[in-house]
């Protein structure tokens, strides 16, 4: 069983950054990939980035590319979502998931098996 907490959703103004971490439990987590996905108010989850266990086969969405980097570290358990130049439209509530599989390209919900409680992020214009 994989426990994910996230943190460091808030309010923020247009053009502004966040920092979106998320603690994981389980002695396993260095090797799932690890996934951010947000779902705005009458919208469905989307897929926003992914990172696999080492670190690499990183995946954006287009809509996110070039604004926002994940990363982790895998010695204390953590997954971040630096945000940055965020718009209004980025306004949604995050979550953090674990693949166990580890898979390359991971970017469905149904590929992610655990997911945390979410965390609010709003951006006003």
């Known amino acids: 069983q994989v426990q994910l907490v996230e943190s460091g959703g808030g309010l923020v103004q247009a053009g502004g950054s966040l920092r979106l971490s998320c603690a994981a439990s389980?002695?396993?987590?260095?090797?799932?990939?690890m996934g951010w996905f947000r779902q705005a108010p009458g919208k469905e989850r989307e897929f926003v980035a992914r990172?696999?266990?080492?670190?690499?086969?990183?995946g954006y969405a287009d809509s996110v590319k070039g604004r926002f980097t994940i990363s982790r570290d895998n010695a204390k358990n953590m997954v971040y979502l630096q945000m940055n130049s965020l718009k209004p439209e980025d306004t949604a509530v995050y979550y953090c998931?674990?693949?166990?599989?580890?898979?390359?390209?991971?970017?469905?919900?149904?590929?992610?098996?655990?997911w945390g409680q979410g965390t609010q992020v709003t951006v006003s214009s």
């Open positions: 998931a674990a693949d166990p599989s580890g898979g390359y390209y991971s970017r469905r919900s149904y590929e992610y098996d655990y």
């Open positions: 389980g002695r396993t987590f260095s090797t799932y990939t």
């Open positions: 990172i696999r266990w080492n670190g690499g086969s990183l």
